[in-house]
């Protein structure tokens, strides 16, 4: 088995009575693309300072390769952070901005440092920008000198706190690809911080959900897009339709579910094993997997049509199903439909997921993002 | 339009500044440029007599008295008021407005009845004599008193509030995550200070240092109390040759050199934070 590079290890952390992150346990391994996500209050970014030392963990423990450093100060952890706002020293120009960490730490001469700050310009793309002043830069060239600085440490684990989160839509898809690109060519192991979903799911190895302090699952952006493991990861990654439903019936294979006066066979998911027939379970599906038919098919939900928008390439169909309404995305439509109409809903497979309903949260408790 | 509005409103402004500011100063440097007869009354004779003693060694020795004094005065309470503006910065929201209030404090009473209650703690029979020689520390009193270093103890305690104020602002502007930028890369709490912290507060510095200065050169009632005259500096001066020596052109070739000293300090601190984008004049 792969040894982990970071280790943490049921990370409290509280801010007075507030509980910021309860019993935080996972493993970063090296060379992986690490994302923290979850909406804003969450504790994503508690938990990466705790992992920077800007902030003290109240219990547990944080080891790299190995050895506890939960003791240390930020300044002894070989661990650097892309801030959210860049944090670039204004009164110092690019050059000695980068230079600061092996300067301040006295780890290269001036002729080494020269070699290396022109490295990592290039790495960034910035050559020939030594000169400037953090003022007399744009807000993504900002973002690219913040991670040449943390970059020339060479650091076991470069941390990113929302990096993106400052720039235009265009500029921000652009530096995804780079960041995700860059990270691959260092081979530095990367924890980024973001509650977008298209950022995590974009780049990532590893995602990882955070929702009140807590982790909510662990996994691929594949696994977690396709087989979130709760109602909260459901509504928060992917657009889907969520359902309350009836379960007449449970298998191994497929559950039978009741929706209205629709009858309907599911194909199991990973959690539809906690479901118990005559209970009450969630049906997910993805707004974009579904489609609508005219003429009845099996297994389709029969409903009435509120609305239908055309957004461009897309047309959104609102639908009425008793008192549940839907939304339907669809490229090409099958259907010409207009509002009033009754139509049939179904969905491509693997689109749907049932899960067992979780009564206590609601969606506004959580104050979703 | 909008413009336009504004030369409007900032009329009132200028009349003002013009009435107060402008006719006393034009008043005075013409004043310079006047000689006096036997009986000491102004002249309209044009002569340069006045600025010719402005020159005289004896004269010399009280702007480098006066520029000295401010500048000790605006490097000691530089040194004491950053790290107490520093540290109430730091302090959580309730205590650090606490702070600021007594530091403003003093401000409520009268500067004359300040310094008075100087003479009462420093003087032969004031109360840090009395309490040394009551404890048999000493048998004579320390005469404390009519020095230098009297006037500058007086001086400092007047003017640091300013200098106080002026760093905190500074001090307070500062972004957070700078610092926790420079832990990060590697950097103890020690070289954050003098590489990060210091250099953003330079403004600071430089306007409490001008604040400072300014009055420092010209405070004559500190000096009159607390120096006892055994120093002659530039306000003592000018009062004198005003109130006494009926030698009103005299004075006002004396006040002229001490606007032009002090223009020179803010043209200076001018330069400082011209590039910053913060400072006192902007």
């Given at each position: 088995?792969?040894?982990?590079?970071?280790?943490?290890?049921?990370?409290?952390?509280?801010?007075?009575?507030?509980?910021?992150?309860?019993?935080?346990?996972?493993?970063?391994?090296?060379?992986?693309?690490?994302?923290?996500?979850g909406p804003s209050g969450c504790g994503k970014t508690t938990l990466l300072r705790c992992i920077a030392g800007l902030e003290e963990i109240n219990s547990g423990d944080i080891l790299l390769n190995g050895q506890s450093i939960k003791d240390l100060a930020p300044n002894k952890r070989n661990i650097n952070t892309v801030f959210q706002n860049y944090a670039l020293f204004p009164h110092l120009n690019v050059y000695d901005?980068?230079?600061?960490?092996?300067?301040?730490?006295?780890?290269?001469?001036?002729?080494?440092?020269?070699?290396?700050?022109?490295?990592?310009?290039?790495?960034?793309?910035?050559?020939?920008?030594?000169?400037?002043?953090p003022d007399q830069l744009s807000g993504g060239q900002r973002q690219r000198i913040a991670i040449a600085r943390a970059l020339i440490n060479q650091p076991a684990i470069l941390l990113l706190d929302e990096p993106l989160g400052a720039l235009d839509l265009k500029l921000r898809k652009h530096m995804q690809t780079e960041l995700s690109q860059l990270q691959k060519k260092t081979g530095t192991t990367?924890?980024?911080?973001?509650?977008?979903?298209?950022?995590?799911?974009?780049?990532?190895d590893r995602i990882i959900v955070i929702d009140q302090g807590v982790i909510q699952q662990l996994g691929s952006p594949r696994e977690i897009y396709n087989n979130p493991k709760n109602l909260f990861v459901t509504?928060?990654?992917?657009?889907?339709?969520?359902?309350?439903?009836?379960?007449?019936?449970?298998?191994?294979?497929?559950?039978?579910?009741?929706?209205?006066?629709?009858?309907?066979?599911?194909?199991?998911?990973?959690?539809?094993?906690?479901?118990?027939?005559?209970?009450?379970?969630?049906?997910?599906?993805?707004?974009?997997?579904?489609?609508?038919?005219?003429?009845?098919?099996?297994n389709s939900i029969k409903a009435e049509v509120v609305s239908v928008h055309y957004a461009g390439s897309q047309i959104r169909i609102d639908v009425q199903v008793a008192d549940l309404s839907l939304t339907v995305v669809e490229y090409r439509t099958a259907c010409p439909c207009k509002e009033g109409d009754q139509v049939y809903l179904t969905w491509i497979d693997g689109g749907a997921i049932l899960l067992p309903l979780e009564g206590q949260v609601n969606q506004e408790e959580r104050g979703l993002a | 339009m909008k413009t336009l509005k504004r030369n409007v409103l900032a009329i009132p402004f200028l009349i003002w500044f013009g009435l107060l500011v402008g006719i006393p100063l034009v008043y005075v440097v013409v004043l310079?440029?006047?000689?006096?007869?036997?009986?000491?009354?102004?002249?309209?004779?044009?002569?340069?007599?006045?600025?010719?003693?402005?020159?005289?060694?004896?004269?010399?020795?009280?702007?480098?008295?006066?520029?000295?004094?401010?500048?000790?005065?605006?490097?000691?309470?530089?040194?004491?008021?950053?790290?107490?503006?520093?540290?109430?910065?730091?302090?959580?929201?309730?205590?650090?407005?606490?702070?600021?209030?007594?530091?403003?404090?003093?401000?409520?009473?009268?500067?004359?009845?300040?310094?008075?209650?100087?003479?009462?703690?420093?003087g032969n029979t004031g109360l840090i004599n009395n309490v040394l020689l009551a404890l048999k520390i000493i048998d004579k009193p320390i005469p404390m008193m009519y020095k230098f270093s009297t006037t500058l103890i007086g001086t400092v305690y007047m003017l640091i509030p300013f200098m106080i104020v002026a760093i905190y602002n500074s001090v307070d502007k500062l972004d957070r995550s700078l610092l926790e930028a420079s832990y990060d890369l590697g950097a103890s709490k020690v070289k954050t200070f003098?590489?990060?912290?210091?250099?953003?507060?330079?403004?600071?510095?430089?306007?409490?240092?001008?604040?400072?200065?300014?009055?420092?050169?010209?405070?004559?009632?500190?000096?009159?109390?607390?120096?006892?005259?055994?120093?002659?500096?530039?306000?003592?001066?000018?009062?004198?040759?005003?109130?006494?020596?009926?030698?009103?052109?005299?004075?006002?070739a004396f006040s002229v050199g001490m606007i032009l000293l002090v223009t020179l300090v803010i043209s200076i601190y001018g330069r400082i934070t011209k590039d910053k984008g913060e400072g006192l004049f902007q």
């Open positions: 088995m792969k040894k982990p590079l970071l280790s943490l290890m049921n990370i409290n952390k509280y801010y007075g009575d507030f509980q910021a992150l309860k019993d935080i346990s996972f493993d970063i391994y090296q060379g992986e693309f690490l994302t923290l996500l901005n980068i230079a600061y960490g092996p300067r301040v730490k006295k780890s290269m001469t001036e002729e080494q440092l020269k070699i290396e700050v022109q490295r990592v310009l290039e790495l960034v793309q910035m050559i020939d920008y030594e000169k400037r002043m990367f924890v980024y911080v973001t509650h977008d979903q298209d950022e995590a799911l974009n780049m990532s509504e928060f990654i992917g657009d889907r339709n969520i359902l309350e439903v009836e379960v007449l019936e449970t298998g191994t294979d497929a559950t039978k579910v009741k929706l209205g006066q629709n009858e309907l066979t599911v194909t199991n998911s990973v959690e539809s094993d906690k479901i118990q027939a005559g209970g009450l379970g969630i049906l997910a599906v993805h707004k974009d997997k579904m489609q609508v038919s005219c003429d009845p098919q099996p | 310079s440029f006047m000689s006096r007869d036997h009986l000491g009354n102004v002249v309209f004779r044009f002569t340069l007599e006045n600025y010719q003693k402005v020159f005289d060694p004896i004269y010399l020795r009280v702007f480098a008295n006066s520029f000295l004094l401010a500048l000790l005065t605006g490097f000691i309470t530089l040194l004491i008021g950053y790290p107490v503006a520093y540290i109430t910065s730091q302090l959580e929201p309730k205590k650090r407005n606490l702070a600021i209030a007594l530091f403003m404090l003093p401000f409520w009473i009268s500067s004359l009845l300040r310094t008075y209650g100087w003479v009462i703690l420093l003098f590489k990060i912290v210091l250099p953003l507060t330079i403004p600071g510095i430089a306007g409490g240092f001008t604040l400072v200065f300014t009055p420092a050169l010209g405070l004559y009632f500190i000096s009159d109390l607390l120096g006892g005259g055994q120093t002659i500096f530039l306000g003592n001066l000018i009062n004198t040759l005003v109130n006494r020596g009926r030698n009103r052109p005299l004075a006002a």
